[in-house]
């Protein structure tokens, strides 16, 4: 295997798991949305809705951080 190829498959996998970090991140603020809409809306934002909403954002952020690892092949 080259230096080229073990480069490529390096960035694929950042570029997957950030896409998954993002995805888990993302349905987590969905999550925290859309479940106080559904069990009763007079009671308002809950503590869990807080909960949930900002390790959704932690994720989302996360995943930048991982796509920050995508190296670049250095030409000669």
């Known amino acids: 295997m080259t230096e080229r190829d073990a480069l ?5 996998r950042m570029k997957l798991l950030a ?4 995805a888990i991140g993302l349905g987590l603020i969905g999550f925290a949305i859309l479940r106080p809409l559904t069990d009763n809306i007079v009671n308002g934002a809950s503590w869990a809705f807080w909960g949930w909403a900002i390790v959704g954002l932690a ?3 996360l995943s930048h951080y991982i796509m920050g690892n995508i190296r670049k ?3 000669q």
Request: hydrophobic fraction near 45%.
């Open 8 to 12: 490529a498959i390096h960035n694929e």
């Open 19 to 22: 896409g998954f970090v993002n």
């Open 59 to 61: 994720m989302h952020g």
């Open 73 to 75: 092949q250095v030409m």
